[in-house]
């Protein structure tokens, strides 16, 4: 999530025709608290992230800076507020908080996220920035492709991973762009350049040009457009109906359903976290699913004699969205604290081997909660957020029973960038460690099932065993 501006995570993958733009978690309103709003007034660098923040006007002005060794251009974060206590209101953004630790600390969170980052004071902006001068379309095209390499080279955490050695693509591609590149054959560079790391969390797009998009995705996934979207939707309910459902209730238009399967055995589905409300703000989201988990999660069905003996999660079809909303769910599902997942971010330009201090998030009861046994159905299209409340599930007590194929591997919220031509780019910065041994990350590869079968019989396979004990 840069200080970013915000596009939830990845869910509008799942969403659109293809992976499209979202994740960049985290921007939006912000509320600034510790020794008034004045003291805030300067300029900050965040640990991580390659960003900088200025606040002015008496801490009523705040904007972000995207910077790396050859750059520094505007962000996408800029924001105001009509008095030094209240919260800066971007159009269409998530609460943000940034709260005082000392004169020349501060930790700025982002109200649709977890965790926080820490901010420290500088004396200026670097000597390179851009100040408020936007992005020129006719920038040169070796400028764009050295800004674009360094993000990389600075910020990504799994070149090793991946086995790709970013110094011979820089010294591969780069001879290939000159002051005359045109922008088709700048684009396809910078595409190349990416490919071989299928990562779904990596894109690059031309607002200017409806196909001038690029979006990376693990070799063994094939992305679902909307027709082929529509028809998992309709087996998935068609599937429950089979095995008995009845009483389905469903809430944003269908991306929340919950059924009542024989036994006294629940069936939540969740195939997203944002958008479930007119506008798509973090506030209405955050509304919706909460009344819809009070209504799932109810007295009776979390306790006494007709309290449910089994709950379903799927989340086969998740493509993500808000890490906060996402352990909302969790918090529904456990009677005791716990550590959810650590998560830390590259924090260093020359050795991707470092990292801030991990940061354990925890997941908290909250409301009525269902304590029984739990089996969580995955797919390789359970995605980001879908995938770090899969993760946060595994400290549970007790354990869940996972059940289908690997989660996707995309855990690190998206930095979002903008290049000096105007383009926009995205890459993960983060790692999302195990809450269970706190080193454990599932990045790449996913996080795998207890039990694993055809997404399509997932079901069946989980009634079998919650109906067995």
């Known amino acids: 999530m840069t200080v970013r501006t915000r596009t939830p995570r990845i869910a509008a993958l799942l969403l659109t025709t293809a992976v499209a733009l979202t994740t960049a978690a985290g921007s939006g309103t912000a509320l600034a608290h510790g020794p008034g709003g004045a003291a805030l007034d300067g300029t900050w660098r965040v640990d991580g992230y390659g960003t900088v923040v200025t606040v002015a006007d008496g801490g009523r002005k705040l904007r972000t800076y995207e910077t790396t060794a050859v750059s520094c251009l505007p962000g996408g974060l800029t924001a105001t507020r009509s008095d030094a206590g ?5 159009d269409g953004e998530a609460p943000v908080t940034v709260t005082q630790r000392g004169r020349d600390r501060a930790e700025l969170a982002f109200g649709d996220n977890v965790g926080h980052r820490t901010l420290r004071r500088i004396a200026a902006l670097p000597a390179n920035c851009r100040g408020e001068t936007g992005p020129d379309p006719k920038a040169d095209p070796r400028e764009v492709f050295d800004t674009y390499w360094h993000t990389y080279a600075e910020n990504y955490p799994f070149f090793a991973a991946r086995g790709i050695d ?10 290939r762009v000159t002051a005359t590149t045109s922008p088709d054959e700048l684009f396809s560079v910078l595409s190349e350049m ?11 797009v031309d607002p200017q040009h409806p196909e001038g998009y690029f979006a990376g995705h ?24 089979a095995a008995g459902g009845k009483d389905e209730r469903s809430w944003a238009g269908g991306k929340i359903t919950y059924a009542e399967l024989p036994g006294r055995i629940g069936f939540l589905r969740i195939t997203t976290f944002l958008g479930y409300a007119k506008g798509n703000s973090y506030e209405a989201d955050a509304a919706t699913l909460g009344k819809a988990l009070d209504e799932v999660f109810t007295v009776t069905r979390t306790s006494g004699p007709d309290a449910l003996r089994g709950l379903v999660l799927d989340l086969r079809l998740n493509g993500g969205g808000s890490d906060r909303l996402s352990l909302d769910v969790a918090e529904r599902l456990t009677g005791r604290p716990y550590t959810a997942y650590l998560k830390h971010a590259r924090d260093d330009a020359d050795d991707p081997r470092r990292f801030t201090p991990a940061e354990p998030v925890r997941a908290l009861p909250h409301g009525p909660v269902y304590t029984g046994p739990l089996a ?21 007590g007790p354990k869940p029973l996972l059940i289908g194929e690997n989660t996707q591997g995309l855990f690190s919220d998206r930095l979002e960038r903008t290049l000096p031509n105007g383009w926009q780019f995205w890459l993960p910065n983060e790692e999302f460690l195990s809450g269970v041994d706190g080193r454990t990350t599932y990045d790449g590869a996913g996080i795998p099932p207890n039990v694993v079968v055809r997404p399509e019989v997932a079901l069946r396979e989980a009634l079998a065993r919650l109906g067995s004990g």
């Open 166 to 175: 970013w110094n011979a693509v820089r010294d591969r591609y780069r001879p």
């Open 376 to 396: 969580v159905l995955t797919s390789r299209l359970t995605m980001s957020a879908g995938e770090t409340l899969t993760q946060a599930l595994l400290g549970r």
């Open 218 to 241: 693990r070799e063994d996934t094939v992305i679902p457009d909307e027709q082929e979207r529509n028809r998992m939707d309709r087996a998935a309910a068609e599937s429950v109906r």
């Open 86 to 90: 209240g919260p800066f209101r971007p």
């Open 194 to 204: 990416v490919r071989p790391l299928h990562d779904g969390h990596t894109g690059l």
